[in-house]
């Protein structure tokens, strides 16, 4: 791998806008991903040779969901025109996609999301589980397509792209060990 390794770090339901406007979905937004991506950005920082670009959602999941191909290309939303930009680039080198779930009935503190037919990102994927699972992480996986459209965006520019989907029932503590951890994994897979 080169020196510096570039991280582009998404986070497209960032957006909250104090709950669900429909009855049945409180969940208007991925209420801690923002806070663990930035968690996750600043473990990364402190690596020279790591580089990451945060980008965070400009609009609530429910007016436009960021991390689906019609609001992607309807280019309306800076989150689109960022994302694009620094995947055009040559030297991206890994894309995290941050999400995070309510925890009600799932007990998991992470899991993580793979894009069916994308062999080199579910290796990556399947590394990471390793390495997460071995450090004592409660993880699951499940498999996606292309309706998650940033893992696809990924897969369409050849980079190793991963969906991690936090529990929002965990502390800040935990979510910082957990950065860290991930940011083991990417030192030790350079």
């Known amino acids: 791998m080169n020196k510096s390794m570039k991280i582009v770090i998404t986070v ?17 937004c991925d209420k801690k991903s923002a806070s663990f991506a930035r968690k996750l950005n600043k473990a990364f920082k402190r690596e020279s040779k790591l580089n990451t670009i945060l980008i965070l959602g400009d609009v609530n999941r429910i007016e436009c ?12 939303y800076e989150f689109s025109k960022k994302l694009d930009k620094f995947l055009k680039e040559d030297n991206t080198n890994l894309l995290l996609d941050i999400h995070s779930f309510p925890g009600n009935h799932i007990t998991y503190e992470l899991y993580i999301l793979v894009l069916s037919g994308d062999k080199k990102s579910m290796n990556i994927s399947k590394s990471l589980y390793v390495f997460l699972k071995k450090n004592g ?5 499940t498999e996606g397509d292309k309706t998650n459209h940033i893992l696809y965006l990924g897969y369409e520019y050849s980079i190793p792209s991963v969906l991690v ?7 800040d503590t935990r979510m910082r060990e957990l950065s860290n951890l991930i940011k083991k994994w990417v030192l030790k897979s350079d």
Do not use: Q, T, Y
């Not at 960032?14 to 979905?25: A, P, R, T, V």
């Not at 689906?68 to 309807?74: N, V």
């Not at 989907?165 to 502390?171: A, T, V």
């Open 165 to 171: 989907e936090i529990n929002e029932r965990l502390s």
């Open 137 to 141: 992480v409660d993880i699951a996986a």
């Open 65 to 76: 969901d960021l991390n689906r191909k019609s609001c992607h290309d309807s280019k309306k």
């Open 12 to 28: 497209p339901h960032s957006k909250c806008n104090g709950g669900g406007w429909i009855l049945f979905d409180p969940h208007d």
